[in-house]
């Protein structure tokens, strides 16, 4: 086996399943779509297709492959997994960034996929604006008010977060201390 | 888009100031750009906070996902990994293995001569098996036979030559078709203008990435025939001279289909050209034949000799 195309490949791939993940949100669904993805790279391949960038080129399969996935969902109903497991190990952030983590998660989840795709595939995946546009079958322009519109969006919804946090951290704080000085037999409001 | 100088200072303000924060963020701006837009958030705190929420997304983004590039990849996609791997490192493998006998041929065919090539890549011993093989593009075990005497050929075609103008010009627009081989042409390329070293270049590709490279070039001693085969690892080599050319082909393809495809360019050269049956230098421009020689003048006939293709060639000494 050729070292060098198999450990680049190997890199893809793993690149390739990080972004299918944090788009899907489902391990499970991730891998059926890079398993899907590879399948058509292979054949096209043994078809004595030529592959130019071989990480654009899966990237865009990723996408067309995921694209027809969520047509054939809208036409058919929503699919509800039963199993939830795969859903929460796919984000499941480390513990010191918790909240941080699970913030931007919800917020990702929260904004429009054009926006999402955009803004994991230029801010998580490193690809280059003009890659990006690539595989997602738009011009460069559209890609820059997508990601633009996207971390918009993120950054104010974290932020709003962060102050409804604060907001409830201050309430608790000041709950609390009501509550002490009502030990105390202080006249106090509490609430 | 990135990498081109644009006149910063008109295209702060809007979108512009915008986009360039997010290639900022993003890592694609040049130098240049990069210490602009760091000029102008030293001007602007309000827009360093900006930048840093964005970045602050980038990293978080990170340490969300990272985690899945340490993870084993599943077992289904590893297999598939794999598979790809090995297509890939095939066809690579096989690319430059042609490409690297393909430059070594090509430098002999324009230094030395075609003949020369003959001699540089032939193996020894098999010139003459490799006669025998060939029967109207069959190629099978079956049609071989015991080896053949060069030496007989080459003296049963010592009387005739072909027109070097006309020949020079069918060798430019020669392109066979070995479609039925699932080759198909993807390059052609003349390897040097000069004309008595003139070698053309075909290049064949089959659906799975298999290439067969074929040259044709004029050979200084035109009244050779002579065929000869050799293999280097999966490379298969096969060189023949005919009426005044030599031909080559290489490829990764077994010694069997690497003699039939011989067999159908040689057959495909003769329909074009004639079958090598070409006029004395006494006939005159009517007596000339075109095409299969069907219309060759009859009063001319006694000035033409047939020479028999070193493929056909091969058969018939077998069959003595």
């Known amino acids: ?191 | 888009m990135w990498g081109n100088h644009y006149d910063f200072e008109s295209r702060k303000s809007g979108g512009y100031m915008d986009e360039l924060l997010h290639a900022y963020v993003d890592n694609m701006l040049p130098p240049r750009q990069r210490l602009e837009v760091e000029e102008y958030l030293a001007d602007h705190p309000d827009m360093v906070q900006r930048v840093n929420d964005f970045e602050s997304q980038n990293r978080g983004m990170h340490r969300l996902y990272d985690r899945h590039l340490t993870e084993p990849l599943p077992e289904s996609l590893q297999t598939l990994e794999y598979e790809i791997v090995r297509k890939l490192s095939h066809r690579t493998k096989s690319r430059t293995a042609v490409r690297v006998l393909a430059s070594a041929l090509v430098a002999v065919l324009v230094a030395g001569g075609g003949w020369y090539a003959f001699d540089r890549f032939s193996t020894t011993g098999v010139k003459g098996n490799i006669l025998a093989t060939f029967k109207s593009g069959t190629s099978s075990p079956a049609a071989r036979a015991p080896a053949a005497d060069t030496a007989n050929i080459r003296q049963a075609s010592t009387t005739t030559r072909r027109d070097p103008a006309s020949a020079s010009r069918s060798l430019e627009t020669f392109a066979p078709d070995l479609a039925k081989f699932g080759l198909e042409l993807i390059r052609t390329r003349l390897v040097s203008d000069e004309v008595k070293s003139k070698t053309v270049q075909l290049v064949y590709e089959s659906k799975v990435g298999n290439q067969v490279q074929m040259y044709l070039s004029p050979t200084r001693e035109k009244k050779k025939q002579q065929i000869s085969l050799s293999q280097e690892g999966r490379i298969s080599a096969l060189f023949w001279s005919n009426g005044g050319h030599s031909y080559s082909l290489l490829g990764e393809v077994d010694r069997d289909t690497i003699l039939a495809i011989g067999s159908a360019v040689n057959e495909q050269w003769e329909a074009m050209t004639g079958p090598n049956m070409m006029p004395s230098s006494s006939a005159t421009p009517m007596e000339k034949h075109s095409g299969d020689g069907s219309n060759i003048n009859h009063a001319s006939k006694s000035f033409i000799q047939p020479v028999v293709s070193p493929f056909d060639r091969g058969i018939k000494a077998n069959e003595q």
């Open chain 1, 1 to 191: 086996m050729d070292h060098t195309v198999g450990e680049v490949l190997h890199a893809y791939i793993k690149s390739l399943r990080r972004y299918a993940i944090s788009l899907t949100r489902d391990s499970n669904e991730a891998d059926d779509l890079v398993q899907e993805c590879l399948k058509r790279a292979l054949t096209y391949i043994h078809d004595g297709g030529k592959i130019l960038n071989m990480r654009a080129y899966l990237f865009t399969i990723l996408h067309n492959v995921h694209r027809d996935e969520m047509g054939r969902r809208q036409r058919n109903g929503t699919h509800v997994p039963i199993d939830t497991d795969s859903i929460r190990l796919a984000y499941a952030p480390p513990q010191d960034t918790h909240m941080e983590c699970r913030d931007l998660s919800e917020a990702l989840d929260k904004l429009p996929t054009d926006q999402r795709q955009v803004v994991l595939l230029v801010g998580l995946e490193g690809l280059s604006y003009q890659m990006a546009a690539e595989v997602l079958g738009i011009p460069i322009g559209t890609v820059m008010s997508r990601l633009s519109r996207g971390r918009n969006a993120l950054r104010n919804m974290t932020a709003i977060e962060v102050v409804t946090q604060n907001e409830s951290k201050k309430n608790h704080q000041q709950e609390a201390e009501g509550w002490k000085r009502l030990v105390k037999g202080e006249k106090t409001h509490v609430g």
